[in-house]
């Protein structure tokens, strides 16, 4: 037995200095994205990562890891008219028990660049019957908080093409349709993602609905119970940054009493490279987060919190060499 004065010091402290160098990483590696009241969310689009056991298990210990508290998960249906079904029901009910005990709020995510027009509305409807109809099933303590459109309808060929007003007349009138069945009794909010660029156009993208007229997002806004702006930048503060894309969307946020999120990408663009985190160091992207983090609620009061697009990239560019399925 050796007593502890005939230990020499210097190699003591190296042990220690040595031990617990890879401990100090570990945690650095494990700090949460988010500890503040505010939400941190992300998109996940892959089935294969709800309907697999284990890769669920994989997502929500990401979301433990990295402070997520706000999970956009795309749903999926069978069928057709009253037979349409809600794809992977059980997978969901299992993905919304754990998320619930985690204190993470799961989002319905529909989208497709034409989902508002007219000719696909009864489609968009009836599959927000069917959720809503699996929505009832489903316990108190472990549903769905809020559906979760992401339209994007400047994709849509008619709007290349020089009909915005066409496309964003009847966008608009099935959202309205939307928000008509997604009421306060339903349990859920409602929230549309829009791009940064609307409130640029002010003369383009004005429209006349329900007897005002407004900017395209203005409208959006007035339907949402909160929306996401696609704020892509590498840049947190000053011209053309993620906070200034949202600027517009904060302001008129602050004046109906709704909240905005800023949301940041990091996917692979082939096309535009420069917008996302793709390719560039974790800390970068964490450095990043954190300035939005602290200086969106100081520039608008609607600030509620940042959206990450999405689950696959986030998690290689934290978590390199994982290789998570989205």
Partial sequence: MTCVK???????????????????????????????AADLGMWVWQRETISDPAQRNDLMEFCSRHGINRLLVQVRF???????????????????????????????????????????????????????????????????????????????????????????????????????KVTPESGLTLAHDIPGFYDKHPEALAIEFGGETKNFHQHIQDLSDYVGVMSYRRKATGPNSIIDLCAAEM????????????????????????????????ETFLGVLKEVQAEAPAASSSYGGVLLHSYRSLRELLEPGKNAQK
């Fill in 78 to 180: 069978s069928g057709e008219g009253e037979s349409r079904q809600f794809v992977d029901a059980e997978a969901f009910q299992a993905l919304l028990k754990e998320a619930a005990e985690a204190n993470v709020k799961v989002e319905a995510l529909e989208g497709a660049h034409d989902m508002g027009l007219e000719v696909r509305r009864a489609e968009t409807l009836a599959r927000l019957d069917a959720l809503l109809a699996f929505q009832k099933e489903l316990p108190a303590s472990a549903r769905f908080a809020g559906v979760h459109y992401d339209i994007e309808p400047y994709l849509n060929p008619r709007w290349k093409a020089g009909d915005k007003q066409g496309v964003m007349r009847e966008t608009l009138e099935t959202l309205a349709a939307i928000r008509a």
């Fill in 251 to 282: 302001a008129y946020g602050e004046k109906i009493g709704r909240p905005v999120y800023p949301a940041i990408e990091t996917g692979k663009l082939d096309d535009e490279p420069s917008i996302t985190f793709y390719g560039m160091e974790a």
């Fill in 6 to 36: 005939d230990i020499d010091t210097n190699c003591f402290m190296q042990w220690n200095i040595k031990c617990l160098v890879p401990i100090f990483a570990s945690l650095l590696t494990l700090a949460p994205m988010s500890t503040d």
